[in-house]
C-alpha cells in the first residue's frame, strides 16, 4: 500500500510543479449536523469534509465533487473516496445493484441506514422489501451532498437496519435565478447519457422549482446488453416567515442486464480440485442474443450446460428490472422564535423483476416438481438432479435410461422447446410514511424529540417461463415475463405487512463555551406479519419437508441510548466521543432473504418468534480534529478516528443447497438462519485535505479496520442458537463446525486508501484518485482470499470563463476509469460453506466525454 500511496503522492508532485500560479482546489467546509439537516438548507461548499463538527464520525462529499469522479455517477459509488467506506461494482457508474458491494467498518451494506432527504430507504438489499437505492430515488446530478456517519448514524436517522452507520443523501435546492443546465455524456461501450434541468427561479416572491430529467444508455462492457433506463425529478420550495413547504417528485424506470460471478473453488482437505472446480474463467458473458449459437451449440439437446463448466455454466442473460414513484411533502412550521416543528409525510411505490434466462437442466429440480405428472410417484432416486435432464440417475432402477431420456425431452417440450427456462423473482412495494420532529432551542440546550412511522406492503412472487423455440423474441432483458407470457408455474408467492414505530429524545447541551455534550435515546419497535398465499410444491425446495414458514414476529426495544461530546481547545484543534446502541430488526424479506420467514421449517421460525434476538451493536468512537492555516495560503484539515464495535447475535442463513439457476437468491433450497455469536471491531481512520494555494489540493484517507468473530458456528444447527462457546482452531470444517473463532470477517479489507490530488490553474483542472483495497478474505474461515489491488482515475476538464459566451458554465470533462486497466475482483458473494467463493471482476479501462452547459 505504502508503494502504490508514494507513487500516488509523486505524480502529484510532479503536476503541482507545472501548475500555474492561481487555480481553484477542492475546499474544505465543516460540516454541522448538530441540528437536523433538511433538504431546503444551503448546499455545503463544493468539498470532501474530514471536519464535520458533531460528536460522531462524519465525512461527506458535495455535489460538484460527485461529479468530478464521474458525471453521472450513483451516490453511493461517490462515497468510495471517502475514509472506512469500500463500495465497489463491476460497472464503473455503480448503477447495477446485483453487483454493488459495501462496507463501513465492517458492516455489510443491508446492516446500515439509507436516507434521501430524510426518507428511508430501506436496507438496500438486492431485490429490496423495504426501499430503492438512492441513484433511483434522486438524479445524480440533482444530488447536492452526501453524508456519511461512519461510526452510528443520528438518532433521528429513518432507519431500522443502521448497525453500523448511515449514508445520508440530500437533493439540490431550486436556484434563484431563472436557467437552464444540460449535460451530455458520451464514451466507451456506446455510452450516452443525458441530463436537463430547468430551474424557475423565484416567483410569487416565496417559491421556486425545478423539473429535470435524465436518460442513460451504456452497453455492458463483457456482453451485449444495454443498461440504463429514464429517471425524472421535480421539486417546488416555498418559504416565507411562517414556515417552509417543500415538495419533491422522483420518477424512473431502469433495465439492467446483469454480470454473472465466477465461482472459485478451494481444493478439499488433503486433495486437489477436480477439473471443474478449476475451470474459472474471468468473466462468464452471456450469450444474449445469439440465440442460436446458445440453443444449437452450447446446451445440449435436454437444455444440460457443458459438464465440463461445472458451477461455471453460461446463462443466456439475466437483468433486474425496476420501476419507481417516489415524493413526499415536508412542511417546517416557525411555532415561535425558538420552537420548530418539521413534518415530512411521503410515499413509494415499486414494481420490479429480477430475470435469469438459463439452462433447463441446472433448475431442473424444480421443473419437474410442476411439469412432470409422473413425479409424485417417482422414487426420489430417480429424479433428475441438477444438470443432468434426461440422466437417469446411477441408484434408480424403476426406469430405464430410454425412458429417462423421454422423460427428458417432454420437459423440454414442456418448456417451449428450446432447452432453456426462465425465472422470475417479482417484486411490488407499496410504503406510506411520516416523520415528525420538535426542535426546542432553550439557550445552553437544544432539544429535539420526534418519531417515525412506516407502513409497508410488500409482495414477492418466484415465476417460471418457458421459452419458445419458434419466437425467441419474446424472451429478451428489455421484456417484462408477466407482459410477454403467463408464467408455467408460479412456486411460491409471500406476502408481507411491515409498521414500524421509531421515537427518539436528544439534548444538545452548551456546557461550557468549549465544550458540547449531548445525550439521548432512541425506540425501535417493529411489526411484521409475513405469509405465502402460493406455498411451493413439495420437493420443488431442497430442505423443505412441509410449507414455507408464516406467522408474526413483533419486536420492540424501548431504550436504545446514545451520549456523545465534543471539547475545542483552540478553534483549530477538537476532540469528540460518541457511544450508541442499534439495532436492525429482523428483514421481512419473504423471496430467499436472510430472515425468518425463509427458514426450512415451522418451527424454526416459531423459536425465532419466541426466543431469537436480532442482531445489535454497541459502536464507541473518539478522534481529534484540526483545522489550520500555516500562511501563504496553505491550510490543513485533518481528523483521526478511533472506533471500537461489539455486534452481537450475528444472524447467518445457511443455505441447505443452494442449486439451480446461478445469478440470483437462493433458488433450489430453503435456508438455515441461526445465531452465529458476535463480531469485535478496532479500527482507526485517518483522513486529511492539504491544501498548496489556490493551485493544488491533496486529500488522503487511511484506514485499518479489524473485525474478528469471537466463536465458531455449526452448519448443521436447526434452531436458533449456532454459535459454539468454544474455539477449535484451524481451517477444516469438523463435524459441522466451521472455524471462525478469531477469524477476520470476510469481504472487509483490513486496509484500504483513498488519494485524490486536484490541479488547477485558470481554465484548466485536472484530478486524480487512487483506490487501494487490501487483501480480502473469501471464506469464513479465512483459507481463501483474494489479492489487493489498486486502481486509479482520471479527470481533465477545460471551462470557458463566465462572460466569454452568454452562458454562466460551458465546460468539457474527460474521465477515464480504471487508468491502468487493471484486473482482479471486485465484489465478493461469500456462502455460509467454506468451500467455495464468487467473485465479480473489476471493469476495464473506460473513457467519458462530457459536455456541460448552464444558462
Known amino acids: 500500500m505504502i508503494r502504490h500511496t508514494s507513487s500516488l503522492f509523486a505524480l502529484a508532485a510532479a503536476l503541482f510543479a507545472t501548475a500555474p500560479a492561481s487555480a481553484q482546489s477542492t475546499e474544505i467546509a465543516a460540516l454541522d449536523t448538530a441540528a437536523p439537516e433538511t433538504a431546503s438548507e444551503p448546499d455545503t461548499a463544493s468539498a470532501i469534509v474530514v471536519t464535520a463538527k458533531t460528536t460522531r464520525s462524519a465525512t461527506a462529499i458535495a455535489q460538484a465533487e460527485i ?20 463500495y465497489i461494482t463491476a460497472d464503473p457508474w455503480g448503477y447495477n445493484e446485483q453487483n454493488a458491494q459495501i462496507f463501513i467498518h465492517g458492516f455489510a451494506g443491508n446492516q446500515l441506514g439509507y436516507t434521501m432527504d430524510g426518507v428511508p430507504l430501506g436496507d438496500q438489499s ?6 430503492l437505492s438512492p441513484q433511483r430515488a434522486v438524479i445524480s446530478e440533482n444530488v447536492g451532498r452526501i453524508v456519511v456517519a461512519t461510526g452510528a448514524g443520528d438518532l433521528a436517522t429513518a432507519s431500522n ?10 437533493s439540490s435546492n431550486p436556484l434563484a435565478k431563472l436557467g437552464v443546465q444540460a449535460t451530455q455524456t458520451v464514451g466507451s461501450y456506446d455510452t450516452s447519457r443525458t441530463f436537463v434541468r430547468i430551474d424557475t427561479g423565484t416567483f410569487g416572491g416565496t417559491n421556486s422549482a425545478y423539473v429535470s430529467g435524465a436518460r442513460q444508455r451504456a452497453r455492458a462492457w463483457d456482453f451485449d446488453g444495454i443498461q440504463g433506463g429514464y429517471q425524472a425529478n421535480a421539486k417546488f420550495v416555498h418559504d416565507d416567515h411562517v414556515g417552509k413547504l417543500t415538495l419533491y417528485f422522483d420518477y424512473n424506470d431502469f433495465t439492467q442486464p446483469n454480470e ?13 480440485a477436480s477439473a471443474v472446480q478449476l475451470y474459472t474463467p474471468y468473466t462468464k458473458p452471456f450469450f444474449y442474443p445469439d440465440f442460436t449459437t446458445y440453443r444449437g451449440s452450447y446446451l445440449s439437446p435436454l437444455g444440460n450446460s457443458p459438464s465440463a463448466e461445472g458451477g461455471n455454466y453460461r446463462n443466456y442473460y439475466s437483468d433486474a428490472q425496476r420501476t419507481d414513484y417516489l415524493g413526499y411533502a415536508r412542511y417546517d412550521a416557525h411555532l415561535s422564535q425558538h420552537v420548530t416543528w418539521s413534518t415530512t409525510g411521503y410515499f413509494h411505490h415499486n414494481d420490479g423483476a429480477g430475470v435469469v434466462a438459463g439452462p433447463l437442466g441446472q433448475s431442473i429440480t424444480t421443473a419437474q416438481a410442476y411439469l412432470d405428472p409422473a413425479y409424485a410417484t417417482l422414487p426420489s432416486n430417480c429424479r433428475f438432479t441438477s444438470n443432468a435432464n434426461g440422466i437417469r440417475p446411477a441408484a434408480c432402477t424403476a426406469l430405464t435410461a430410454a425412458q ?17 427456462i426462465t425465472r422470475t423473482t417479482e417484486y411490488r412495494i407499496d410504503r406510506e410514511g411520516v416523520i415528525s420532529a420538535l426542535a426546542i432551542d432553550a439557550g445552553a440546550h437544544k432539544v429535539e424529540l420526534g418519531g417515525w412511522f412506516e407502513h409497508n406492503s410488500t409482495t414477492q412472487w418466484r415465476r417460471w417461463y418457458g421459452v419458445d423455440v419458434n419466437n425467441p423474441a419474446s424472451s429478451t432483458p428489455y421484456i417484462r415475463p408477466l407482459e410477454a407470457a403467463a408464467p408455467l408455474f408460479t412456486q411460491y408467492q409471500g406476502d408481507a405487512r411491515i409498521n414500524t414505530l421509531q421515537l427518539h429524545v436528544q439534548d444538545t447541551w452548551q456546557a461550557l463555551d468549549q465544550l458540547v455534550v449531548q445525550a439521548g435515546f432512541k425506540t425501535s419497535a417493529q411489526w411484521a406479519d409475513g405469509r405465502f398465499p402460493v406455498q411451493p410444491r413439495l420437493g420443488s425446495l431442497s430442505g423443505l419437508t412441509g410449507g414455507l414458514p408464516e406467522g408474526k414476529i413483533n419486536t420492540l426495544r424501548w431504550f436504545l441510548p446514545a451520549a456523545g461530546a465534543t471539547y ?12 450508541q446502541k442499534n439495532l436492525r430488526q429482523y428483514p421481512a424479506y419473504l423471496a430467499g432473504g436472510g ?78 438462519l441461526v445465531n452465529v455469536g458476535s463480531v469485535k471491531t478496532d479500527g482507526v481512520d485517518a483522513a486529511f485535505t492539504l491544501h498548496l494555494g489556490r493551485a493544488f489540493s491533496l486529500y488522503n484517507a487511511t484506514s485499518y479496520n479489524l473485525s474478528k468473530y469471537q466463536s465458531d458456528y455449526t452448519s448443521t444447527a436447526t434452531g436458533i442458537g449456532g454459535a459454539t462457546d468454544s474455539c477449535i482452531g484451524g481451517f477444516l470444517v469438523t463435524n459441522g463446525v466451521v472455524p471462525t473463532c478469531g477469524k477476520q470477517l470476510p469481504g472487509t479489507p483490513k486496509w484500504m486508501n483513498k488519494t485524490v490530488a486536484t490541479l488547477a490553474g485558470g481554465p484548466f483542472e485536472a484530478q486524480l484518485i487512487g483506490d487501494y483495497v487490501g487483501r480480502r478474505f473469501a471464506t469464513f474461515s479465512n483459507d481463501a482470499s483474494v489479492a489487493s489491488y489498486f486502481l486509479t482515475s482520471l479527470r481533465v476538464a477545460a471551462r470557458l470563463p463566465e462572460g466569454t459566451l452568454p452562458l454562466s458554465k460551458l465546460e468539457l470533462a474527460l474521465n477515464v476509469t480504471n487508468l491502468t486497466d487493471k484486473k482482479g475482483a471486485s465484489t465478493l458473494s461469500v456462502g455460509s460453506a467454506t468451500n467455495s467463493y464468487s467473485a465479480y471482476p473489476i471493469a476495464p479501462r473506460q473513457w467519458f466525454l462530457t459536455l456541460s452547459a448552464a444558462y
Open 568 to 579: 475545542d481547545f483552540n478553534g483549530h484543534e477538537e476532540v469528540y466521543f460518541n457511544a
Open 67 to 86: 461529479q468530478k469522479i464521474l458525471p453521472g455517477i450513483s451516490p453511493p459509488k461517490a462515497i468510495q473516496t471517502l475514509p472506512g467506506v469500500l
Open 595 to 672: 430472515g425468518p420467514w425463509f427458514t426450512g421449517s415451522q418451527a424454526a421460525f416459531d423459536a425465532f418468534a419466541a426466543d431469537g434476538k436480532p442482531e445489535s451493536s454497541w459502536t464507541y468512537e473518539g478522534g481529534l480534529r484540526t483545522k489550520r492555516g500555516f500562511g501563504g495560503d496553505v491550510r490543513l484539515e485533518a481528523q483521526v478516528n478511533y472506533y471500537h464495535v461489539v455486534f452481537d447475535n450475528r444472524l447467518l442463513a445457511i443455505s441447505t443447497n443452494p442449486g439451480g439457476i446461478a445469478g440470483g437468491a437462493i433458488t433450489g433450497g430453503t435456508s438455515i
Open 404 to 420: 429417462a431420456s423421454a422423460s427428458g425431452a417432454a420437459l423440454v417440450a414442456a418448456t417451449g422447446g428450446s432447452g432453456l
Open 126 to 131: 438486492y431485490g429490496n422489501y423495504n426501499g
Open 260 to 272: 454473472d460471478a465466477t465461482v472459485f473453488f478451494k481444493p478439499s482437505a488433503g486433495g486437489t
Open 161 to 170: 437496519s443502521n448497525l453500523g452507520g448511515t449514508v445520508e443523501t440530500f
